[in-house]
């Protein structure tokens, strides 16, 4: 199939609210972490988190952003907050079998386990809480803490990444739902490193990213998102490399999924939606044509022609992401009936 000629100039930040959302709670008036460098995103999030006392710095008046955090330490960060000391205080056994009596973390696993957040005996014996903490683990045990439903989303079970390619593996569920709320996102080199041990910044930066999206706070960065995606998405094309516009595709298509369950009503969100949806499906009738089913690629052309038509209408500012979308499903069904209808016969 011949590869479409591929629209690249976008306009800069086009999924922006028309409505400035609202500010981050102040924090408390302290002095700043001094071994945190000013511009780190880190700034904001241990700010944060230690004005609404989920974390807290050394007497030295350093927060240590790059060493590694533990299993115990990270299970005390996200129970913490939770409970009441009094309710902690009640919990003085455990049966896990490597967690001594009078060990400082012991009310907070127990409170995992008997919450379902951690699994315990007999499904495990060992907590293991002096091995430092993955990424996945700590999302996982964030969202169950939560009570945020793995299954949600659970219609979307595509490739994400070169390192994410599996939709049963352990962690899809809790990684997807990440996605949806800015939790997490691909690093420089595509990938999202499942099982990477976190550091204290780490896990402020996850949990702050989360505490924000409950409260709304999080839909621009979404939409930034998703557009960044988007350009991932044009970019592979233009180079054919459908894997990563696959990718790409799917995580765009579950940010802006995110946006829209935080503010369902905004225009421009429920307009970024459709063009991510058109866009997913330009990547499946660019797919199509590779593979020959030309019928498949010039119908799939025409979803994306009209989901972008329906994206403007919902939001006349997204009209230079639809123009692009419509070139490049025009271009896509034009090569497939020229393909399906093969060679032109030599008079």
């Known amino acids: 199939m011949v590869t479409p000629t591929l629209l690249t100039k976008t306009c800069t930040s086009v999924f922006v ?20 460098p000013a511009g780190s995103p880190v700034v904001e999030a241990a700010e944060y988190l230690r004005s609404v006392g989920v974390l807290s710095g050394y007497p030295d008046g350093t927060f240590r952003p790059n060493q590694k955090v533990n299993r115990a330490e990270a299970i005390k960060v ?3 907050p939770l409970l009441k000391q009094e309710a902690l205080a009640q919990l003085t056994a455990t049966p896990f ?26 499904a495990r014996s060992a907590f293991n809480g002096t091995k430092p903490v993955t990424k996945m683990e700590f999302i996982k045990m964030v969202l169950l803490a939560y009570r945020i439903d793995p299954n949600s989303y659970s219609e979307i079970n595509l490739p994400l990444a070169t390192d994410v390619t599996d939709p049963t593996a352990w962690f899809y569920p809790y990684l997807r739902y990440a996605l949806t709320a ?33 409260n709304g706070k999080r839909t621009q960065a979404l939409l930034s998102e998703a557009e960044s995606e988007i350009l991932i998405v044009l970019g592979s094309l233009k180079d054919n490399n459908p894997e990563q516009a696959e990718f790409a595709s799917a995580r765009a298509l579950l940010a802006a999924r ?14 970024a ?49 639809t123009d692009q979308v419509q070139a490049l499903a025009k271009n896509l069904a034009e090569s497939a009936r020229a393909a399906k209808a093969g060679p032109a016969a030599t008079p």
Do not use: C, H
């Open 17 to 36: 609210l028309s409505l400035l959302l609202p500010a981050m709670a102040a924090a408390a008036e302290t002095q700043p972490f001094k071994d945190i």
């Open 78 to 80: 996200i129970i913490a």
């Open 97 to 122: 079998t490597d967690i001594k009596a009078g060990e400082w973390y012991l009310p907070y696993v127990e409170a995992a386990r008997q919450n379902s957040i951690v699994d315990g005996p007999p």
């Open 182 to 214: 800015s939790m997490t996102m691909i690093t420089s080199e595509g990938t999202f490193d499942p099982g990477r041990e976190l550091t204290r910044g780490d896990t402020a930066l996850i949990l702050y990213r989360f505490l924000m999206y409950r």
């Open 258 to 271: 995110g946006a829209n369950a935080g503010a369902p009503n905004q225009p421009i969100v429920q307009g």
């Open 273 to 321: 939606l459709k063009i991510t949806e058109a866009f997913r499906a330009i990547v499946r009738a660019y797919r199509a044509g590779l593979s020959q089913q030309f019928d498949e690629s010039i119908r799939l052309s025409g979803d994306a022609w009209n989901l972008a038509a329906r994206g403007k209408e919902l939001s006349p500012g997204l009209s230079n992401l």
